[in-house]
C-alpha cells in the first residue's frame, strides 16, 4: 500500500465522512500552518490553491502534507474557489481563509455532525451546508464580535460561489443550524487589517460590479464598507449615502448582508440626537430581520434611555440580558461580547429612570464587578469609557465612576486608564489623568 493510500485510509478511520479542506491562498506564510492545521488529522485531503504568492506560503504548505494548484488570479474571487471545490473529493468541503481555524475542542464536534448528518437521509436532505459561529479575535486573541458564517458544504456541482468580490454559495436547501461551532478570525485583527493595497484593488472589483448593476444592494454594501475602512471621515460620509441607497434598493437583499448597514448607520444615527427617529426605525427593521442579533436590541434601548423612554428601554434590556444569561453559545453580537458591562449599565439607567433604587445598585455593582475583572483590559475599559462621555459627563465626573475600581494612589491603574483614553480619542480626559499623575508626583518629592 501506497504512504498516499495509507494515510488516506487511517485519516478514513478517524471518521467515515470524507471531509475535503479547501482554501485559496497568496502570500500567507505566516499563517498557513495554523490555517491547515486544525484538520490535518481530520481531513481526507487538504487542498491549496496558490494564486501567485511570492514567499514561503507554497512551501511550507507541501511540507504540510497538502495538495497544491495553481490558478491564475483574474480578479475573481469566486473563480478561485470554485476551482478549489472541484478539485475536491470528499463527502464535504471546508471552506475557510488562511486567517481562520477551528478550536480543536470543536473539530471533534464538527465530525460528529457530518457523520451524523451523513449517516441521516432524512436530516441530510433537507440541509446541504453548515451555519456556525464565526468569532472575530483582536490582536491580543480577545472575542472582539460574533457573527455567523455558511462555510461547510456537501460536495455537490450545483453548489458553487457567485460573485467576483464578497463571493457566497447559492444554496439549494436550508442551512443546518451549528453555532456551537466556531471558526475564529484573525482577519479584523489590527496588525493585519487594511492593507491599502488589498484595499484598492477590492474597491477597484466593486466599482466595476456596480457600474453593471448600480441597484445590487449587496454590492452598495459591500463597497460602502470597504471605502469606510479608510477611516476619515469623508469616507464615512460616503459609505453613508451608499448604505441607504442600498437599504432604500428595491431589489431584495439577504438580512445576513444588510447586517453591514445596520451596523455602521445604527451606532452612527444613535450618537446624533437629531438622528434618533432614523436609528430607532433601523433598529426596528434591524430586529425584525435579525431578532437573534443583541446589538439592536441594545442600541434601540440606548436611545430610549437617553429620550427618557425608561419602560421601552427596559424591556429590551431585559431581553439582552437574558439573551447572555440563557445562552449555550455566544450570541450575535459585535458589542457586548467584548464590552457587557455595557448592557448592565443601561440597565442601570433604566432602573434609576424608573426610581427602581434596589435594581440600579444591583446593576451598577455588576459593572464595578466586570470593570475590576477587565481593569486591565482596554478592550473592556474603553467603550464604558466613550459611552459616558457620550452623556456629556466631565473628567471628573467619569473619573467618580471609575473610583470604585481603579486606584488614584496606584500609577498602573492612572496609566492604564490614560492610554486607553487617549487610544479611544478621549485625548483631554487622558491629559487629565496624566496632571493628576504629574501633581501626585510632585507631590511626592
Known sequence: MSKKKKKSSQKRNISQVRLSQCMIVK?????????????????????????????????????????????KWIDDFSAAKNYAMDQA??????????????????VKELMILLNKLQASPQISGQHDSINCSWVQLNDEGNVHSVLTQVRFFKNRKDLRYEGRI??????????????????????????????ADKRERNIKLLKEEHERDPSDPHILFYLADTIKSDGTDESRTEAESLYIKGLKSKKPADPAIKRIAYDFLIPRFAENIERNKEALKLCDEAIAELPNHVDYYYYRALINNKNNNFNEAMVDLV???SIFLSAVVLPETRILVPSPLLLFYQLSIAAKGLGDEHDEIKYLAVVNAMLMEGKNKPQVLGPYLVVLFKQKMNGLEVFEKLAPVYDINDPRDMLMIARTAKDYGILLFAQMIMDMIGDKFENNK
Open 27 to 71: 502570500n500567507e506564510e505566516k499563517n498557513i500552518e495554523k490555517a491547515l492545521s486544525w484538520a490535518k488529522d481530520v481531513a481526507y485531503e487538504q487542498i491549496i490553491v496558490d494564486t501567485g504568492s511570492t514567499d514561503r506560503t507554497v512551501e511550507i504548505a507541501e511540507k504540510m502534507g497538502a495538495k497544491i494548484c495553481h490558478f
Open 89 to 106: 473529493k470528499g463527502d464535504w468541503i471546508a471552506i475557510l481563509d488562511a486567517d481562520e481555524y477551528i478550536p480543536p475542542e470543536d
Open 166 to 195: 464578497h463571493e457566497a454559495v447559492k444554496l439549494r436547501s436550508k442551512p443546518y443550524n451549528a453555532e456551537n461551532l466556531r471558526i475564529m478570525h484573525t482577519g479584523y485583527a489590527l496588525s493585519s487589517f487594511g492593507a
Open 319 to 321: 431581553k439582552c440580558e
